[in-house]
C-alpha cells in the first residue's frame, strides 16, 4: 500500500471547498435565520468536514469541527437562536480550521492549545441552551436492532486454497471473520478503510476481504466490507484495535466458522456485535427528521440476487457519471500547454505567409488544415485556462460584514457578474488588489449611520462589486455611495509629505492616492492608514497588462475601474497599416470596417466626428495619435469599434487582414505609454505593436 501522504492531497482540495461553503452558507444564515434548508446543508458540510479530519487522523481539527457542529445542531433543533454574537463565533471557528489547515500544508503538528480558547467559548454557547433529550434505553435497544438486521458476517467467495490456510494453522494462531460498518456519513471511505487495515496489518495478516482490498481502498463500495483475518491476538485486541479509528458505526469479531461464515450465513448474536457507543449515541446524537434514512431502510444482504444488482446498479451510475466527469491538473502544466500552442500558432503564420508569398498551391490545402486545427486547439487551451471571477468573488461578502461590524458601520456588499471569466493566471492574483480596495472603500468611503442619516442617505451604506466582458478585456468596478475622495484634503495630507499639486485639476490630485506611501487617514488602524495599498494595486494590476481609473466625488461616492485582459497569450486581431508601420486591433471590439473620405469627416468645437448609423461619431487619426506623419489622404479605412456602448472610428491608411496572435510583454516604457497593449510577431519575422483601444478611446472621451 502506499503512504497515507496519497491522501493529503484530496483531503486538502476538499476541505478547502467546504470551508469556502461554509463561510458563503453561514453568512446567508445571518440573514435568513429559519431556512432550514441551509440549515441542513451547513450541517452535512460540517458534518463532513469533521470526517475528513477524522480519517486522516487530525484530531485537533475533528474535535474543533465537532464542537462547532453541536452548535449547528442547536440552531436546527430551535434550542438556540442564530445571533450575530453566534455566528461571529463560528466565522472565527471557520478562519482557525483554515489556519490548521495551513499548518497541515506545511507538515506542522497541530496542537490542542491552538483551539482551546474555542473550545472554551463553544462550550459556553452550548451549555447556555437547553440540553438535548437522551434516549431512553429502550429507544437506544430499539434503534440498534433495527440497524442490526442486516448486518452480518456472509463470505461469497472464498478460495479453497484460503481454506487450506486456516486448516494447518498453528496452535497459537486464529482465524477471525470481521464484518465492519462504516458511518453512512463518511466522506473519504478509501483513506478509512487504508487506515483500519493498516492498523490491522500490525496484529495479523488479512488472507481475504470482500470487496477487494483495491475496491476497499478506492471506496468502491456502500459501508460495510469483511476481511478473514488471522492472528494470534485475542478477539477483545482486535476489536479495540478498530474500534480506535474513527467513524465506525459497528463491527462483528468472531472465530470463524466455515459452516456459518459463508454464502447462507445466520444472523450473528446481538453479543457479538460491538458499537462505538461515543459515535453512535454522544456524538451522532438520536436521529432527527433531517438524518439520513436508517440503514434497515436499504438492506445490504450479501446474496447472489442483490449482488447483480448492486452489481447492475454500479455500472448505470458510472455510465451517468461519465458523461461529467472532471479531473485536476496543475496550472503549471496548462502553461506549458499554451507555451507551445503560442508556438505552434506564431509557426503556423509564419508558413502561411512563406506559401503566399512563394505561391505554393500544392500545399494549399493541407496549410488550411492545420490553420483550423491550431486554431481549435489554441481555442480548446485558453477555455480550460478560463475561471470564473466567482472563486475571488465569493469570499469578500464575509469581509465586508466582518469590516462592517469591527467600524461599527452599516453596509451592504452587492455582486453582479460573478460568473464572468477570465484567464485563471488573472484570477489568482486578483485577490489582493481587489481586498486592497473594498476595505478603503468601507473604510474611507461609508460613513457612519449616524453621520449619512445627517447627509440625506440611507443608513446602510453599498458597495457594488461588478464584472462584465467587453471585447477582449473583462471589466471590473467597485463603487461605494460614501463620502468620496476629497480634493482639498488630498492637497492637505500631499503638502504634508512634500508633494506639490500646483496645476494640477481635482482629478489628478485624486489620482494622488496611487502614489507610493500615500494616504488620508489621520490615524493608523489594523484596515487601513499606511500608505502601502493602493499603489501595490496600481503595480499588481499593471503586471496583469491591465488599467486601473478611478471617479469619484464628494458626499456621492468613488468608483474604481479595472480593465484587465481577457488572455495573456492569443487572440484574433485586424491588422492595419499605418504610413509604414503594422498595427494589431483586437477583433473583439471592431464592430465594422469602413471606406471614408477626407470630405466626410467634419470638424466640431473639440474633435472630428463622422456619421454612422445616424449619430456622430468621434474619429482617431492614428497617424497623428502615435506621431508617425501628419498626412492627410483622400481615403482612409475607418476601423468602427464599440467601447463602453459607444462607438468611435479609427482611421488606418491600409487594411492588411484577420489574424490569429499571440500576445507578447512589451518594454515597460512602452507601457507607460499607454497605447499598446503588447507586441506580436507576424509571419514574416516582423513585431507589431497591438493597440489598447480601450485606453485610446477612454482618453479621448475624458477630452470631449
Avoid at 485536476?328 to 500558432?345: K, P
Amino acid at each position: 500500500m502506499d503512504d497515507n501522504n496519497v491522501y493529503r492531497t484530496l483531503f486538502f482540495e476538499e476541505t478547502d471547498d467546504h470551508l469556502q461553503q461554509l463561510n458563503d452558507n453561514v453568512l446567508e444564515l445571518e440573514n435568513n435565520p429559519d431556512d432550514m434548508n441551509l440549515l441542513n446543508e451547513i450541517f452535512r458540510s460540517a458534518h463532513t468536514l469533521k470526517g475528513m479530519a477524522a480519517t486522516m487522523g487530525y484530531d485537533v481539527m475533528t474535535e474543533l469541527t465537532h464542537k462547532m457542529e453541536n452548535i449547528f445542531e442547536l440552531f436546527k433543533s430551535g434550542k438556540m437562536s442564530v445571533t450575530s454574537d453566534a455566528i461571529s463565533l463560528i466565522f472565527q471557528c471557520l478562519d482557525r480550521l483554515s489556519v490548521l489547515v495551513e499548518d497541515l500544508r506545511e507538515e506542522k503538528e497541530l496542537q490542542h492549545s491552538q483551539i482551546e480558547d474555542l473550545l472554551t467559548a463553544l462550550n459556553q454557547f452550548e451549555n447556555g441552551g437547553e440540553n438535548p433529550p437522551t434516549p431512553t434505553a429502550n429507544a437506544e435497544q430499539e434503534a440498534v436492532d433495527i440497524v442490526e438486521q442486516d448486518f452480518k458476517v456472509a463470505f461469497q467467495n472464498i478460495e479453497e486454497a484460503d481454506l487450506a490456510v486456516i486448516e494447518q494453522l498453528s496452535p497459537e494462531d486464529t482465524a477471525y471473520s470481521i464484518a465492519i460498518r462504516l458511518d453512512e456519513q463518511t466522506v473519504l471511505k478509501g483513506p478509512r478503510v487504508y487506515l483500519i487495515l493498516e492498523h490491522l496489518e500490525k496484529l495479523g495478516d488479512i488472507i481475504q476481504s470482500e470487496p477487494s482490498t483495491e475496491a476497499l481502498e478506492d471506496g468502491d463500495f456502500d459501508t460495510d466490507f469483511q476481511l478473514l483475518f488471522i492472528s494470534q491476538a485475542s478477539q477483545q485486541e482486535i476489536e479495540e484495535n478498530i474500534l480506535a479509528n474513527s467513524e465506525i458505526d459497528q463491527i462483528i469479531v468472531k472465530p470463524f466458522d466455515q459452516a456459518t461464515d459463508i454464502a447462507t450465513a445466520t444472523e450473528a448474536t446481538t453479543e457479538e456485535r460491538i458499537e462505538p457507543a461515543a459515535t453512535t449515541v454522544t456524538e451522532e446524537k438520536a436521529p432527527s427528521a433531517e438524518s439520513p434514512a436508517p440503514v434497515s431502510e436499504q438492506p445490504k444482504e450479501k446474496t447472489a440476487a442483490s449482488q447483480k444488482q448492486v452489481s447492475k446498479a454500479n455500472n448505470q451510475a458510472s455510465h451517468n457519471n461519465s458523461k461529467n466527469q472532471s479531473i485536476r491538473v496543475d496550472l503549471s502544466r496548462l502553461d506549458l500547454f499554451l507555451n507551445l500552442v503560442s508556438e505552434l500558432v506564431v509557426y503556423r503564420n509564419q508558413l502561411e505567409d512563406v506559401s503566399n508569398r512563394a505561391h505554393l498551391t500544392e500545399i494549399k490545402d493541407s496549410l488550411e488544415q492545420v490553420s483550423r486545427l491550431t486554431s481549435e486547439l489554441q481555442e480548446l487551451v485558453l477555455k480550460i485556462r478560463m475561471q470564473q471571477v466567482n472563486v475571488v468573488f465569493s469570499r469578500f461578502p464575509r469581509m465586508v460584514r466582518d469590516l462592517a461590524n469591527e467600524l461599527n458601520k452599516e453596509m451592504d456588499l452587492i455582486i453582479e457578474g460573478e460568473e464572468t471569466e477570465l484567464d485563471k493566471t488573472v484570477v489568482s492574483e486578483l485577490s489582493e488588489p481587489l481586498v486592497h480596495i473594498l476595505r478603503n472603500s468601507a473604510d474611507h468611503g461609508i460613513e457612519l449611520p449616524e453621520v449619512r442619516e445627517k447627509l440625506g442617505k440611507p443608513r446602510r451604506g453599498t458597495i457594488n462589486l461588478v464584472a462584465y466582458q467587453e471585447g477582449n478585456q473583462v471589466i471590473i468596478t467597485i463603487t461605494d455611495d460614501g463620502k468620496g475622495l476629497n480634493p482639498d484634503v488630498i492637497r492637505e495630507s500631499a503638502a504634508r509629505k512634500g508633494l506639490s499639486t500646483d496645476g494640477l485639476s481635482d482629478e489628478e490630485v485624486q489620482k494622488l492616492i496611487f502614489h507610493p506611501g500615500f494616504s488620508t487617514a489621520k490615524e493608523i488602524t489594523n484596515i487601513s492608514g499606511r500608505g502601502v495599498g493602493m499603489d501595490a494595486v496600481q503595480s499588481k494590476i499593471h503586471a496583469l497588462g491591465g488599467t486601473i481609473e478611478l471617479r469619484s466625488q464628494v458626499n456621492v461616492g468613488t468608483t474604481f475601474i479595472i480593465k484587465l485582459p481577457l488572455t495573456l497569450s492569443i487572440i484574433d486581431a485586424l491588422m492595419v497599416r499605418v504610413g509604414t508601420e503594422n498595427f494589431a486591433i483586437p477583433l473583439d471590439v471592431v464592430e465594422r470596417v469602413v471606406m471614408v473620405r477626407e470630405e466626410q469627416i467634419e470638424q466640431t468645437f473639440t474633435n472630428e466626428v463622422y456619421e454612422f448609423q445616424g449619430q456622430m461619431i468621434p474619429i482617431i487619426r492614428m497617424n497623428q495619435l502615435l506621431a508617425i506623419n501628419e498626412d492627410r489622404p483622400k481615403k482612409h479605412y475607418a476601423i468602427i469599434v464599440s467601447i463602453d456602448q459607444q462607438y468611435y472610428g479609427i482611421l488606418a491608411d491600409e487594411l492588411i487582414g484577420q489574424q490569429e496572435i499571440v500576445i507578447k510583454k512589451i518594454d515597460a516604457i512602452l507601457q507607460q505609454i499607454k497605447k499598446y497593449q503588447g507586441a506580436t510577431i507576424l509571419g514574416d519575422g516582423s513585431i507589431a505593436l497591438i493597440l489598447d483601444v480601450n485606453t485610446i478611446c477612454n482618453e479621448l472621451r475624458s477630452q470631449l
